[in-house]
């Protein structure tokens, strides 16, 4: 029977994965210990409202003191307010609080990797949903599972269907992944024509609504190349076992070929919501009241067509796979140089190939690699990474 008591913390409630994720608390009447935002603050005081939970967290200490005028504007006393944290201490805080079932982790950027290992360490499950967590720290949050007897359950569909079809294969033995990718809105471009892309082309995704920086991924195809390195890690696989298959119609949301021959996939519209409730619901799966019934006659599904992802003119794949190969801090490194050109682009100060070309030239920049980095070394390298870069586009 599903238990319908579970009590969730969500980080990164005011993003798309947070507010999808609370559709779904609504609809199974779950419990929410813990929200956090960074900034947005009109939309958590909402949240609040309706989901009353124990604790929050933002960004300063300004938002916070913000944060209670606008909770007593709206009716709350002083003591139905809830206890609120700031920082990455109140990130810490809200991913720890006692009696927590599930921690999702929603939060953008390598600031979610130190929750996600405090919720681990204190032997809490984790909903994933933050790629730069597996990418810079992939190691370390694995053994750390591990050793806490916590699971990681992946959010990101491509993840998820993964996951769906190896847990029907015994001991998760498998050939190949087939790792499904739109192709962005730039699939079929060349470079020359990528030369003259701008911002606002950049953040028109396709198929999915998402973020601008998850947006800006999806256009270089980063994206792909951070979830193959959180594949290797989810799934104790080597990179030449995945391969990026574009898929323009979004259906299939990827394959796994296992040692027989025989090919799974798990398929269905473009809808997050489903692989957040598998992660929350595990190992149930109750009824959706929400259900988008599949339809293999739909304009969108009846053709279903597959191309390879073109490495030459989309970089960021072979990047990836150079820094899971390497190893150490090779992956951090990826994770904090992308992360800091994606920063210039939104802003405008650098062209979009200029993105992959400042990533490569950290990774080619050969820095003392440390084999087995801890957290603290992950942090520095990934905040001096970072202050580098930004501090030549000034």
């Known amino acids: 029977m599903f238990d319908l008591h579970k009590r969730l913390s969500i980080l990164g409630a005011t ?36 989901f009353k939970p124990a604790a929050v967290s933002v960004g300063t200490a300004k938002l916070a003191s913000e944060l209670i005028s606008l909770l007593q504007i709206k009716g709350l006393t002083k003591s139905e307010i809830p206890e609120i944290f700031t920082g990455k201490e109140g990130l810490v805080t809200a991913a720890t609080m006692p009696g927590i079932d599930l921690v999702m982790a929603a939060i953008v950027g390598f600031s979610g990797l130190e929750p996600v290992l405090a919720a681990l360490d204190s032997g809490y499950d984790v909903a994933l949903a933050n790629k730069e967590t597996l990418v810079a720290g992939g190691p370390l949050v694995m053994d750390l599972a591990s050793r806490n007897n916590a699971r990681i359950l992946p959010v990101d569909s491509e993840h998820s269907a993964i996951w769906q079809c190896l847990n029907a294969v015994p001991d998760y033995r ?8 739109s192709g962005g ?76 021959g025989s090919v799974l996939a798990q ?25 988008n019934a599949f339809d293999p006659f739909a304009p969108s ?18 990047l ?33 190939p200029e993105i992959w070309q400042i990533v490569a030239g950290e990774m080619a920049a050969k820095r003392t690699n440390i084999t087995d980095p801890d957290y ?3 942090n520095f390298t990934h905040h001096d990474t970072i202050d580098r870069i930004c501090e030549r586009y000034l």
């Open 376 to 378: 603290d070394i992950l």
């Open 320 to 352: 990836a796979r150079d820094a899971i190969k390497d190893g150490g801090l090779s992956p951090c490194i990826l994770n904090a140089a992308n992360e800091a050109a994606v920063k210039l682009f939104l802003e405008e100060k650098i062209s979009f």
């Open 174 to 181: 498998f050939n190949k992944i087939f790792l499904t990718a």
């Open 301 to 318: 599904a009846s053709e279903l067509s597959f191309e390879r992802a073109d490495e030459s003119v989309f970089p960021a794949i072979g």
């Open 15 to 50: 993003g798309s994965i947070g507010r999808q994720t609370l559709e779904v608390v609504r609809e199974l009447n779950l419990s929410v210990e813990a929200l956090t935002c960074n900034s947005n603050i009109m939309l958590l005081a909402e949240q609040i409202l309706e």
């Open 267 to 291: 398929l269905g519209f473009p809808d997050m919501r489903l692989p957040i409730r598998l992660a929350i619901t595990w190992p149930e799966r109750p009824p959706a009241a929400y259900h």
């Open 185 to 260: 809105p730039f699939r079929g471009f060349n470079s020359a024509e990528l030369e003259k892309v701008t911002l606002s082309m950049a953040l028109q995704h396709p198929t999915w609504n998402m973020g601008a920086k998850i947006s800006i991924d999806s256009a270089t195809m980063m994206n792909k190349g951070l979830e193959i390195i959180e594949a290797c890690h989810l799934f104790s696989c080597r990179p030449e076992q995945i391969e990026v298959v574009v898929h323009p119609q979004s259906i299939i949301h990827s394959m796994v070929e296992l040692e027989d």
